[in-house]
């Protein structure tokens, strides 16, 4: 068969496994359909498919075919990190300063420490560091893994629970915007390559004299026109910050956190949020899925998920309980606003990739990051619903 059949037998796969698991399994309750698609990719990789079924994966899975699936999960990464930074309101967080700073560092801070604490274990055991990873990079990395708060994944999955333009979905919006930004900037840190210094202070440099440009200009442009000089401004900042060493990825959000939303129609950016979701991000959690390995033992792999969940867990929790207490929150709040804010997903596995690809952690540990991802995220909507349906019945009681 020619390379084209086989891309596109691939593609029939992507897109057809994870949906009728989705659909005949009725998962949503448990898993929307992005959490099937991130377990598929899993699935599909060289640790599941590739183990039990060596030939079929090596018959579809070929290196021309691997490189342009590749290619499609750039594109797409890219497009949906950049509508990440676009859903950044900082404006609202500051003007509620006090209480988003407050609760955000706490949710940042607490998991962070805990997650420090798992990764020197780690480290203790072999197999999980990077081999170009000093050890503060991977302590710092896997520590902020544990931090990292997903953002356009809440959006979607409190828009299910109808709790997104309610005021409380509203705040957790702030703080993970306040997060996510902290979080971009420790990575930036993170990845700093000091051979290579002069490059990233110059691509800085010249970013923020461009985005002032940019500012000026799209304020001034029609809205179809915006949308053009948006995804070049994408496309030049990420290829200024990989050219640096900071990553495109990063480029790709900082392109977007600089502009506002609101200069492209918060519908249209819902849209578009939505098609990259349907279209390309399958493509996406495949390529991730193929990058995933058991090679120091699958057990292994699971109890390093579950101490890095128990980090995150247990993090966010504690955060949003101080957070509470100093802010005077009604009983029970603080507790929907730490299982929300733990909900991991789609940036936490964009995070592990960036780590991986800077050899700061091994394959093994980015397959415990994603796992840790996939079953923090399965479980934000069956603790927290019940949670919401319980707090409406007593309002209604009370009205």
């Not at 599941?48 to 797409?76: C, D, I, K, M």
């Not at 000093?134 to 902020?144: D, E, N, R, S, T």
């Not at 923020?208 to 915006?226: E, F």
């Not at 069956?382 to 009681?397: F, S, T």
Request: aromatic share 10%.
């Amino acid at each position: 068969m020619t390379t084209t059949e086989i891309f596109l037998i691939a593609m029939a796969i992507i897109f057809t496994v994870p949906y009728l698991v989705w659909r005949l399994g009725r998962t949503d309750y448990v898993a929307p359909l992005v959490v099937v698609q991130i377990i598929m990719g899993v699935v599909l990789g060289p640790g599941v498919l590739g183990r039990f079924f060596p030939e079929y994966h090596a018959f579809v899975f070929t290196a021309p075919v691997v490189q342009s699936l590749n290619g499609l999960a750039w594109w797409a990464v890219s497009l949906f990190v950049f509508i990440a930074g676009l859903e950044l309101d900082l404006g609202m967080t500051w003007r509620h300063r006090r209480e988003t700073s407050i609760t955000a560092a706490l949710s940042l801070g607490m998991p962070l420490i805990l997650g420090c604490a798992v990764a020197f274990v780690l480290m203790t055991m072999g197999g999980w560091l990077g081999p170009a990873a000093q050890p503060w990079q991977f302590v710092a990395g896997v520590g902020m893994g544990c931090a990292v708060t997903a953002l356009p994944i809440i959006i979607l999955l409190m828009e299910k629970m109808d709790i997104l333009r309610q005021p409380l979905g509203q705040r957790v919006l702030r703080y993970a915007s306040l997060d996510d930004v902290a979080i971009w900037a420790v990575l930036a840190v993170i990845l700093m390559d000091w051979a290579r210094v002069g490059r990233q202070v110059g691509f800085l440099a010249l970013f923020a004299l461009a985005t002032w440009g940019v500012r000026r200009l799209l304020a001034r442009l029609p809205v179809a026109d915006r949308w053009y000089v948006g995804i070049v401004w994408l496309i030049l900042v990420a290829l200024g910050a990989d050219w640096a060493g900071l990553h495109y990825m990063v480029g790709a959000f900082l392109a977007g956190a600089v502009l506002e939303a609101r200069w492209f129609g918060q519908a249209q950016v819902d849209q578009l949020r939505h098609h990259v979701l349907l279209v390309m991000m399958p493509v996406f959690f495949l390529s991730t899925g193929l990058r995933t390995q058991w090679d120091i033992g699958g057990a292994a792999v699971f109890l390093g998920a579950a101490m890095l969940l128990a980090a995150s867990v247990t993090g966010k929790l504690l955060a949003a309980r101080m957070a509470g207490r100093v802010l005077g929150w009604p009983p029970g709040e603080a507790t929907t606003i730490g299982w929300l804010l733990q909900t991991k997903g789609l940036i936490e596995i964009i995070f592990a990739n960036i780590l991986l690809d800077k050899k700061i952690i091994t394959h093994e540990t980015f397959t415990a990051l994603l796992l840790m991802a996939v079953f923090s995220t399965m479980l934000t909507v069956p603790i927290v619903y019940p949670r919401l349906q319980k707090a409406r019945e007593r309002l209604k009681r009370a009205g």
